[in-house]
């Protein structure tokens, strides 16, 4: 059974720093992409960031460039979203997610993690 487990939310000032992780297990990924993905409140989930697991190649939202990092560990299958200079707006549930192509699409994507709640305090 195919699983994505996310861990890593919480609570930080605005300027502070998180990471996220997936850990995924169940099937072999390495044809996969995985995507990160948020939701705030009252809004539709938005895409954050992707990162092929085969050549690592990346891709970010215009409104995280330069902040967060998609980076993955082949040896422990989990994939990390490092976030910096976090922002009140970032305040989300991330979301890991895997599908066969790069896309910012959610529709792309087959398999969820239960999402992180992330909180940014001004």
């Known amino acids: 059974q195919v699983q994505l487990v996310d861990s890593g939310g919480g609570l930080v000032q605005a300027g502070g720093s998180l990471r996220l992780s997936c850990a995924a297990s169940?099937?072999?990924?390495?044809?996969?992409?995985m995507g990160w993905f948020r939701q705030a409140p009252g809004k539709e989930r938005e895409f954050v960031a992707a990162?092929?697991?085969?050549?690592?190649?990346?891709y970010y939202a215009d409104s995280v460039k330069g902040r967060f990092t998609i980076s993955r560990d082949n040896a422990k299958y989990t994939v990390y979203l490092q976030m910096n200079s976090l922002k009140p707006e970032d305040t989300a549930i991330y979301y890991c997610?895997?599908?066969?192509?790069?896309?910012?699409?959610?529709?792309?994507?087959?398999?969820w993690g239960q999402g992180a709640q992330v909180t940014v305090s001004s």
């Open positions: 997610a895997a599908g066969r192509i790069l896309s910012t699409d959610d529709l792309a994507y087959n398999y």
């Open positions: 169940g099937r072999t990924f390495s044809s996969y992409v």
């Open positions: 990162i092929k697991w085969s050549g690592g190649s990346t």
